[in-house]
């Protein structure tokens, strides 16, 4: 095993102060065997905590998420979480109804209207199949003008569904983790730093040994895959430290590490090349309401009518598509919080993963497009006041279907955390609990995870 529980002293490094890294230090610090007088725990960030995709996301939370072997988990701990820190107050954290809508958007020459870009699905939509007729409309979701609603179905009530103020609940989580004890750096990392150890290879990349070759394998898992990961090098390695950048002073600083954990998103693959990890741009708006909405979190499909092209539009916007490309309809989610409303689009992959998420573009025309889209069928969001425009990156495994990626990479010392996608919010509280028993107790204890071993794949 990568790690195993024993009482030696134990310096833990976490990479990456997004919501996973952040939650893992929080439940680190809660573990039975952490001592504060005996373990140290480092969390180094490049930018700021929350700074990506943790901090601009939806904050979805369902328990028909995915994957099944960790949502049920999850979803508990964001309710305990709550209860024990307050989180109604401090993160927004409350129950909410999801539903699918389709509506007849208002005709554009009446709202100042864009072009519609494909992309890609975030991943979200994975229940229920098509949209009815305009009946069982639920009466408190009177934010949509009714005369435009074509049909809703119920995809999950409060009992199966939740909310978080992404941003608030990091920053809240690395707080409380602070105060037991962990550090935090700003600064980047560079590099793992690795020396070879004594013993067979074979223990270092064998899978866990429980697993069975009658176990259910990952269905995107593949005989190369499956190949690569029961092969071995014939020296076993082991992280030793990390080097990273101060991010005030740029001095180059070099961190003891016994146990280094890889959270660092769609960055991941820059630190740690093996892992199959990219990223998935996908932008957002936030709008304040005329008034507060009722707590509904909506996956739409928005029919868009013909439409003269707009001359509000600027001439690289209008030369851009032609009206014959303007796809027939657009699937904005929409995510009303206690004192605004949040929506983002497909994903792109237009423009490469920069070097920190301070170095996110923002493509003001698609967060012009989503405000378009969403007050075609809302007064209140029409005549509402738009208070924010970001872009982030979403961590996604390149091997289609399969992902998180949590555990032992088969480098001593070395855990890997990323490949959430969409649905990270939902599960970091899962991600931090396994992680801390991966590194106190030598095994995970509260889940099965074998189907997201990361040595499967790399």
């Given at each position: 095993?990568?790690?195993?529980?024993?009482?030696?002293?134990?310096?833990?490094?976490?990479?990456?102060?997004?919501?996973?890294?952040?939650?893992?230090?929080?439940?680190?610090?809660?573990?039975?065997?952490?001592?504060?007088?005996?373990?140290?725990?480092?969390?180094?960030?490049?930018?700021?905590?929350?700074?990506?995709?943790?901090?601009?996301?939806?904050?979805?939370?369902?328990?028909?998420?995915?994957?099944?072997?960790?949502?049920?988990?999850?979803?508990?701990l964001h309710e305990d979480l709550a209860k024990e820190h307050n989180?109604?107050?401090?993160?927004?954290?409350?129950?909410?109804?999801?539903?699918?809508?389709?509506?007849?958007?208002?005709?554009?020459?009446?709202?100042?209207?864009?072009?519609?870009?494909?992309?890609?699905?975030?991943?979200?939509?994975?229940?229920?199949?098509?949209?009815?007729?305009?009946?069982?409309?639920?009466?408190?979701?009177?934010?949509?003008?009714?005369?435009?609603?074509?049909?809703?179905?119920?995809?999950?009530?409060?009992?199966?569904?939740?909310?978080?103020?992404?941003?608030?609940?990091?920053?809240?989580?690395?707080?409380?983790?602070?105060?037991?004890?962990?550090?935090?750096?700003?600064?980047?990392?560079?590099?793992?730093?690795?020396?070879?150890?004594?013993?067979?290879?074979?223990?270092?990349?064998?899978?866990?040994?429980?697993?069975?070759?009658?176990?259910?394998?990952?269905?995107?898992?593949?005989?190369?895959?499956?190949?690569?990961?029961?092969?071995?090098?014939?020296?076993?390695?082991?992280?030793?430290?990390?080097?990273?950048?101060?991010?005030?002073?740029?001095?180059?600083?070099?961190?003891?590490?016994?146990?280094?954990?890889?959270?660092?998103?769609?960055?991941?693959?820059?630190?740690?090349?093996?892992?199959?990890?990219?990223?998935?741009r996908a932008h957002s708006v936030t709008i304040t309401p005329t008034?507060?909405?009722?707590?509904?979190?909506?996956?739409?499909?928005?029919?868009?009518?013909?439409?003269?092209?707009?001359?509000?539009?600027?001439?690289?916007?209008?030369?851009?598509?032609?009206?014959?490309?303007?796809?027939?309809?657009?699937?904005?989610?929409?995510?009303?919080?206690?004192?605004?409303?949040?929506?983002?689009?497909?994903?792109?992959?237009?423009?490469?993963?920069?070097?920190?998420?301070?170095?996110?573009?923002?493509?003001?025309?698609?967060?012009?497009?989503?405000?378009?889209?969403?007050?075609?069928?809302?007064?209140?969001?029409?005549?509402?006041?738009?208070?924010?425009?970001?872009?982030?990156?979403?961590?996604?495994?390149?091997?289609?279907?399969?992902?998180?990626?949590?555990?032992?990479?088969?480098?001593?010392?070395?855990?890997?955390?990323?490949?959430?996608?969409?649905?990270?919010?939902?599960?970091?509280?899962?991600?931090?609990?396994?992680?801390?028993?991966?590194?106190?107790?030598?095994?995970?204890?509260?889940?099965?995870?074998?189907?997201?071993?990361?040595?499967?794949?790399?």
């Amino acid at each position: 095993m990568t790690v195993t529980k024993n009482p030696e002293k134990k310096n833990i490094i976490i990479i990456g102060g997004g919501i996973i890294g952040c939650t893992t230090a929080y439940y680190l610090t809660r573990h039975p065997s952490y001592d504060p007088q005996l373990h140290t725990i480092t969390l180094l960030e490049a930018t700021r905590i929350a700074g990506g995709a943790s901090g601009k996301a939806g904050g979805l939370l369902a328990i028909w998420a995915y994957p099944n072997n960790i949502v049920p988990l999850s979803f508990k701990l964001h309710e305990d979480l709550a209860k024990e820190h307050n989180g109604a107050e401090v993160w927004g954290y409350r129950r909410v109804t999801c539903g699918g809508l389709e509506a007849e958007g208002t005709d554009w020459s009446e709202v100042d209207g864009s072009h519609i870009q494909k992309g890609h699905p975030l991943g979200k939509r994975t229940k229920g199949g098509a949209i009815g007729k305009a009946k069982g409309v639920p009466q408190d979701l009177d934010w949509i003008v009714p005369e435009q609603i074509k049909g809703y179905e119920e995809i999950g009530d409060t009992k199966a569904t939740a909310q978080v103020h992404p941003y608030h609940f990091t920053t809240t989580m690395i707080q409380l983790a602070e105060e037991k004890g962990v550090k935090v750096i700003y600064g980047s990392v560079t590099e793992l730093n690795y020396e070879d150890v004594p013993g067979n290879s074979q223990q270092a990349t064998s899978f866990p040994s429980d697993y069975q070759d009658s176990d259910p394998p990952s269905p995107t898992l593949s005989s190369t895959s499956l190949s690569s990961a029961s092969s071995f090098s014939p020296r076993r390695k082991a992280v030793n430290s990390v080097v990273y950048v101060d991010r005030d002073s740029r001095q180059v600083h070099t961190l003891p590490a016994t146990t280094t954990i890889l959270a660092a998103g769609p960055w991941t693959a820059k630190l740690y090349a093996s892992a199959p990890i990219s990223g998935l741009r996908a932008h957002s708006v936030t709008i304040t309401p005329t008034e507060p909405v009722s707590a509904y979190a909506l996956f739409t499909k928005i029919t868009i009518p013909p439409r003269p092209r707009s001359p509000f539009l600027s001439s690289s916007r209008s030369r851009s598509r032609s009206p014959v490309d303007l796809p027939a309809f657009a699937s904005p989610e929409i995510y009303a919080r206690p004192n605004e409303i949040y929506v983002c689009g497909e994903g792109d992959m237009d423009v490469g993963l920069p070097a920190t998420t301070a170095d996110v573009q923002v493509d003001e025309v698609r967060c012009d497009e989503l405000i378009s889209q969403v007050a075609s069928i809302s007064n209140h969001i029409r005549n509402g006041i738009v208070t924010r425009k970001q872009a982030c990156y979403l961590p996604i495994v390149n091997i289609g279907g399969l992902g998180p990626l949590i555990g032992e990479t088969g480098i001593e010392g070395l855990l890997l955390a990323s490949g959430h996608s969409c649905w990270g919010i939902n599960n970091a509280p899962a991600t931090g609990v396994i992680l801390s028993e991966i590194v106190f107790d030598g095994k995970a204890k509260s889940a099965d995870i074998r189907s997201m071993d990361p040595r499967r794949v790399i």
